[in-house]
């Protein structure tokens, strides 16, 4: 009887990950996206400025759709099948390539957007020195890490072509372990941010005079932020498949390709959670947008019982103007944080802000 651990048959027909992969990654890519939008949106109308931050967040979402696309030319040659139903042959050299591109610009996906949150948190709470200096320390030492794994992955093939190319003749690799160990200490790192960022904040904050409500939405926010902790684990288990192309799997390729699915999910979330602060001073900025529609369409409903037209014109111009004085009131407002009587005073205003997501 013929062993069940042969590989299959050729099957060109069959999509294997590839749909899943491509189609979860494209739509938290693009919620981040949207994210970013709303928050650089948001930022701009309440302070008619961006911070560094901002900035760094946005360098995120670049690397991260381009990281993306990426993702989607590798896929168009066959990402996620078995290594043998990828036709022609030579495809699977294609699909290797892009994963091994991507890798570079997912770090610094994951580098940038931890910086910005850093940023935004030691302008937060900054004033406890310990907290400022752990976050620029730790910080400077993980993006540190980042950028040696971007050179790690880039130098541990002579020449570079054998990253792609394990068939490639004459190609010298560097010992696996040191992709692995720099890679784990990296991922770790990351791990430990993702959960740091979110505790430290919601332990300085519960000890705020606050409503019961907006501690519970910060125990909801620390259990989203659990998500982006599970998949840099994730993450990390993927790295074993990866770290030494020369290694002899005849379906090295579709046994990789989840690692493609951990990264892309990892990079989204953490440029999601950075940048809900955000979205509660975005739902304040639309809300007289939607006041202004439910205005208007009860006037609607009045000018159809009403015999007098002339009235009900009055009152939709009237309702106009309102909306119109609410949202420039809106755009106007100076943030109480940003009118402090002393350094205190402004942090906890500033720790106020977070808690409510009203930056």
């Known amino acids: 009887m013929a062993s069940n651990t042969t590989m299959p048959n050729p099957n060109p027909d069959d999509p294997g990950r590839g749909p899943m992969i491509i189609g979860i990654t494209w739509t938290f890519t693009l919620l981040a996206i949207i994210a970013i939008v709303l928050r650089l949106y948001t930022r701009h109308k309440l302070t008619r400025s961006l911070g560094w931050e901002d900035w760094f967040m946005l360098i995120a979402g670049i690397l991260q759709l381009v990281t993306q696309c990426f993702f989607q030319v590798s ?13 022609p ?3 699977l050299i294609q699909v290797m390539k892009y994963n091994f591109i991507s890798g570079p610009t997912a770090i610094l996906v994951s580098i940038t957007a931890r910086i910005s949150i850093a940023i935004l948190l030691v302008r937060l709470f900054g004033v406890r020195v310990w907290f400022k200096w752990f976050m620029i320390i730790f910080t400077t030492l993980q993006s540190v890490v ?3 794994e971007i050179i790690i992955i880039l130098a541990q093939a002579n020449p570079i072509e054998g990253l792609w190319n394990p068939s490639l003749p004459g190609v010298t690799y560097w010992d696996p372990r040191v992709y692995y160990y720099t890679g784990y200490f990296m991922q770790s790192l990351y791990t ?7 505790l430290f904040p919601t332990v300085f904050i519960w000890k705020l005079n606050m409503p019961l409500r907006r501690k519970v ?12 902790v599970s998949m840099s684990i994730l993450r990390i288990v993927g790295m074993t498949t990866v770290a030494n192309p020369g290694t002899s799997n005849e379906d090295y390729q579709y046994n990789s390709s989840i690692a493609v699915l951990w990264s892309g999910l990892e990079q989204s979330c953490v440029i999601l959670m950075g940048c809900i602060p955000t979205l509660r001073g975005t739902a304040k900025l639309v809300k007289p947008v939607f ?43 100076i943030p ?8 205190r005073k402004l942090n906890s205003g500033r720790a106020a802000a977070y808690s409510s997501n009203e930056f």
Do not use: C, W
Not at 75 to 87: A, E, F, M
Not at 336 to 343: C, E, G, H, I, K
């Open 75 to 87: 896929y168009g040659y066959g990402l996620g099948k078995h290594d043998k139903d990828i036709q």
């Open 192 to 198: 430990f941010s993702d959960l740091a960022y979110v």
């Open 89 to 91: 042959p030579e495809n």
């Open 146 to 148: 980042g950028v040696a």
């Open 336 to 343: 109480t944080a940003s009118l402090p009587q002393d350094r």
């Open 217 to 228: 939405g910060l125990i909801l926010l620390m259990a989203a932020s659990l998500f982006t």
């Open 291 to 333: 006041s202004s529609i439910g205005s208007t369409l009860s006037a609607l409903l009045k000018r159809s019982s009403n015999s007098y037209g002339a009235n009900t014109y009055y009152d939709l111009d009237k309702s106009a103007q309102e909306t119109s004085r609410a949202v420039e009131s809106q755009e106007g407002a």
